[in-house]
T-cell receptor, first 115, second 116 residues
Framework: KAGVTQTPRYLIKTRGQQVTLSCSPI?????VSWYQQTPGQGLQFLFE???????NKGNFPGRFSGRQFSNSRSEMNVSTLELGDSALYLC??????????????FGEGSWLTVV | AQKVTQAQTEISVVEKEDVTLDCVYE???????LFWYKQPPSGELVFLIR??????QNEISGRYSWNFQKSTSSFNFTITASQVVDSAVYFC?????????????FGTGTQLKVEL
């Protein structure tokens, strides 16, 4: 069974540009979440999507957005990149059973460097 | 709000030693969930264990064991007979209903270095 797949794995962008990261969840998983990991702030929740709807959102500016498609695949977008956006972006999926506490599985992440 | 504290920033042990990683959590939820993840240098967060707040039974899986104590809000993780391959950053996390069912709040992680 394939795990959570993220693309691209590594990318370098210039300040002011935008970036789109892609995530394919584990087959059958309908919930997809995104996290940002930086040395200074640690692992922080960005947002969660379920059945193409944003169900939960963390404390990030509007430059960070996401969406989910009917096949549960998800993308996140960061516009007007800043140096501080350099981070590891992790996608996670879960077999949402309608209750809390589902086991959440993570992908290998996308390493974004903003120069 | 939920909070997870991993006071140990870095631990170094010699192979075959036992090591315990501490985790203390705070939550207002009466029902909550606790997790441990392992992050090797590749970056992927590898799921290790999930426990429910109403199940305080400790668990052993091979060389891994977990000690959940509600009275002290702790969920500690022990590796027995550590190996070099155990070297990684280990994260404790929690989720609950008020934070959104699938939203994880992570601790700052403990870097474990196992040397020969």
């Amino acid at each position: 069974k394939a795990g959570v797949t993220q693309t691209p794995r590594y990318l370098i962008k210039t300040r002011g540009q935008q970036v789109t990261l892609s995530c394919s969840p584990i087959s059958g998983h309908r919930s997809v979440s995104w996290y940002q990991q930086t040395p200074g702030q640690g692992l922080q929740f960005l947002f969660e999507y379920f059945s193409e709807t944003q169900r939960n959102k963390g404390n990030f500016p509007g430059r960070f957005s996401g969406r989910q498609f009917s096949n549960s695949r998800s993308e996140m977008n960061v516009s007007t990149l800043e140096l501080g956006d350099s981070a590891l972006y992790l996608c996670a999926s879960s077999l949402d059973t309608g209750t809390a506490g589902n086991t959440i599985y993570f992908g290998e992440g996308s390493w974004l460097t903003v120069v | 709000a939920q909070k997870v504290t991993q006071a140990q920033t870095e631990i170094s042990v010699v192979e075959k030693e036992d090591v315990t990683l501490d985790c203390v959590y705070e939550t207002r939820d009466t029902t909550y969930y606790l997790f441990w993840y392992k992050q090797p240098p590749s970056g992927e967060l590898v799921f290790l264990i999930r426990r429910n707040s109403f199940d305080e039974q400790n668990e052993i899986s091979g060389r891994y064991s977990w000690n959940f104590q509600k009275s002290t809000s702790s969920f500690n993780f022990t590796i027995t007979a550590s190996q070099v391959v155990d070297s990684a950053v280990y994260f404790c996390a929690t989720s609950g209903l008020t934070g959104g069912g699938n939203k994880l709040t992570f601790g700052t992680g403990t870097q474990l270095k196992v040397e020969l």
